[in-house]
Each structure stands twice: as C-alpha cells, then as structure tokens.
C-alpha cells in the first residue's frame, strides 16, 4: 500500500484551463502539506494543513487552492493555469508540524 | 537568499571516490533533516540531527549537526551508482515551524 498517493503523475493542460491534483495518505498523519519543485529542483512549501486546518499558506497566487475534505485528503485545484506553474507538485505528511515529511511520487504538471 | 544554502550545487565522482556535501545557514535550527530523491520519485528521509556537534552515521553516509546548529554535512565513503540522486537538507528555524528545503545537491556516480 502506498503510503501517500497522488494523481494525476502527469498532467499536460491549455494555459487557462483549470485542473486539481488529488492527494491521499494512510498513515494516520494529521498535517498534510503542497509542495512545488521548479525545474531547478527547488522545493518551495505552498500549504500546509493540520487536522483539516490550514495552518501555511505561503505566497502563493489566489488561483492555488487547496482543500482538505478529512485529514487524510488535501486536494490542490488551480484555477487559471499559467506556463509558470509547469513544475512537480509534491504532496507529503507527518506527524507533527516539524517532524519527518513522507512525500508522494509527485505530479508533473505541463502548461503549455 | 535561500535561507538553507547547499553545495556545491552539482557533483560528478567516480565510484570509490569519498565525497562531501554541505548545508549552511545563518540561522539556527531546532533540527535539520537529510533526503534523498531519485528521478521520478519524492525525497526519502536518510537522517535527522538533533543535537549541537551530533554524528550520525547510515553505513556509508555519516551526517554531522555543527555546534552552531547552523550547519550540517554529509560524508559518504566509497561512493556507489546507488548513492546518486538529490540530496536535499530540511530544518525548521527556532521559533518557526514551518519546515524549509535547502537548495539540494545533484549527486552523480559514475560507475
């Protein structure tokens, strides 16, 4: 059983549409977290959520909007889409807020 | 600035060859954490350093906190294919739990 599974891995959309990436994890964590890793493999923390409580929201534009339905789901729809939001978004959770991150396979997502 | 700088950014070895990667900061941490991604895939946790001065050691991979707890290293001995991935160091900043990722290593093994 995977441990925090997302999907789509690979997504290849229009500037303009709208897509959402679902993530789920079954390990009983309470914060979940959006990461998106730039071609230079940067990983930059979007949001993070604890017990369905968003707790980070860094600055990220207002097309970016997560939703965690239980803590054990946090979806990311973007709204808009840009050719500069073509990267890897990485969903992860842990435990506790500062405690070890288990990442998902990741979704590659193109705008092109 | 990144507040967690990694170098060097890139690093190309043969197998057998020792190699050392580093993480700095001017800020202090409670903790920083060491992950290894492979292609394709999302980071894997190797270690976590806690404690001021504090050595781990993951068979070959031997992690160091500094006393500062502003910095880390990690020191692999007799590099393999396997080792090859990027190696990404995370620490939470005193007072901030927000978990930041450094700007990671692209390690290169050649067989």
């Known amino acids: 059983d995977t441990a925090v599974s997302q999907t789509p891995k690979y997504l290849v959309t229009q500037m303009g549409n709208d897509k959402s990436i679902k993530c789920e994890q079954n390990?009983?964590?309470?914060?979940m977290y959006w990461y998106k890793q730039d071609s230079k493999k940067f990983l930059k923390i979007m949001f993070s959520?604890?017990?369905?409580?968003?707790?980070i929201n860094e600055t990220v534009p207002n097309r970016f909007s997560p939703k965690s339905p239980d803590k054990a789901h946090l979806n990311l729809h973007i709204n808009s889409l840009e050719l500069g939001d073509s990267a890897v978004y990485f969903c992860?959770?842990?435990?506790?807020?500062?405690?070890?991150?288990?990442f998902g396979e990741g979704s590659r997502l193109t705008v092109l | 600035t990144q507040l967690l700088e990694q170098s060097p950014q890139f690093l190309s070895i043969q197998e057998g060859e020792n190699l050392t990667v580093y993480c700095n900061s001017s800020?202090?941490?409670?903790?920083l954490q060491w992950y290894r991604q492979e292609p394709g895939e999302g980071p894997v946790l190797l270690v976590t350093?806690?404690?001021?001065?504090e050595v781990k050691k993951l068979k070959r991979l031997t992690f160091q906190f500094g006393d500062a707890r502003k910095d880390s290293s990690l020191h692999i001995t007799a590099a393999q294919p396997g080792d090859t991935g990027l190696y990404l160091c995370?620490?939470?900043?005193?007072?901030?739990?927000?978990?930041?990722f450094g700007t990671g290593t692209r390690l290169t093994i050649i067989p």
């Open positions: 992860a959770s842990s435990r506790r807020a500062t405690g070890e991150l288990f």
């Open positions: 390990l009983g964590h309470d914060t």
């Open positions: 959520y604890n017990n369905k409580e968003l707790i």
């Open positions: 800020s202090v941490f409670s903790s």
């Open positions: 350093v806690v404690t001021g001065g």
């Open positions: 995370a620490g939470s900043p005193f007072g901030n739990e927000k978990l930041t």
